[in-house]
């Protein structure tokens, strides 16, 4: 199994990037996706999750700017972030508790995707 991050760039404050966490390998299901982030010197700190049905969770600070989704057919979880501002800045990753047996589940990480934004 692997969980595959991509989407992330440099961009100016106010403006917009997708990510996208694509899972592969054998999968029976896939329960909570999340992504994380990483600043430079900080820990590593919850962004948002969103469950198999959907509920979705988010970090005070992206409240409003950020959305979470998923394409469970696809196995593709997406962050939608608009108005990014510098403090946004990070390493972005995503994680997913994945059933790879019918009973048995584990988290994966991706790789980490690097979101730079300038003022």
């Known amino acids: 199994v692997q969980l595959q991050a991509s989407g992330g760039g440099l961009v100016q404050a106010g403006e917009s990037l997708r990510l996208s966490c694509a899972a592969s390998?054998?999968?029976?299901?896939?329960?909570?996706m999340g992504w994380y982030r990483q600043a430079p010197g900080k820990q590593r700190e919850l962004v948002a999750t969103?469950?198999?049905?959907?509920?979705?969770n988010y970090e005070d600070s992206v409240k409003g700017r950020f959305t979470i989704s998923r394409d469970n057919a696809k196995r593709i979880m997406y962050l939608q972030m608009n108005r990014l501002k510098p403090e946004d800045t990070a390493d972005y990753y995503c994680?997913?508790?994945?059933?790879?047996?019918?009973?048995?589940?584990?988290?994966?990480w991706g790789q980490g995707t690097q979101v730079t934004v300038s003022s």
């Open positions: 969103i469950t198999l049905g959907g509920d979705t």
């Open positions: 390998g054998t999968i029976f299901s896939i329960n909570t």
């Open positions: 994680n997913a508790d994945i059933f790879y047996t019918r009973y048995a589940s584990r988290w994966y």
